[in-house]
């Protein structure tokens, strides 16, 4: 393999402004109704075959990905939205297209004078297998 084939950038897919909400928070008056989340999704992924065939199964059905991270989201409880950014990190790295992961979890309204709190993680495949 050339250098300029490893060197080449990767391909990505965005899911950006994704909207739930879910208990979390370590106060407890934060942790008796769900909160808004707000949460950016960078998967890094090979579309060289998705891009020729035109077929989803050449890709990542993130619609299908949604629905996971949703479903795991609304029935949680996490005290830190940086627990919560490692286990969509880890649903993303469940799917073996995904080459590596950078997930952005913000909490709106979390400080009086900000507009939000967020943690930014990145997590790759070896992460996974190590």
């Known amino acids: 393999m050339t250098d300029t084939l490893r060197q080449r950038p990767p391909d990505r897919i965005l899911i950006r402004d994704l909207r739930f909400r ?31 065939s035109d077929a989803i199964e050449d890709t990542i059905d993130y619609k299908l990905l949604k629905k996971k991270i949703l479903r ?20 993303c790295l469940d799917e073996d297209r995904v080459e590596r992961v950078e997930v952005k979890v913000e909490k709106p309204g979390a400080l009086r004078f900000a507009r939000t709190v967020a943690v930014s993680i990145v997590r790759g495949r070896k992460e996974v297998a190590g």
């Open 72 to 91: 795991m989201a609304e029935a949680s409880a996490f005290r830190l939205i940086e627990a919560l950014a490692q286990r969509i990190a880890d649903i």
């Open 22 to 52: 879910c208990i979390i928070g370590v106060d407890h008056e934060e942790r008796r109704e769900k909160q808004d989340v707000v949460v950016h999704i960078t998967l890094d992924t090979d579309l060289r075959t998705a891009g020729r």
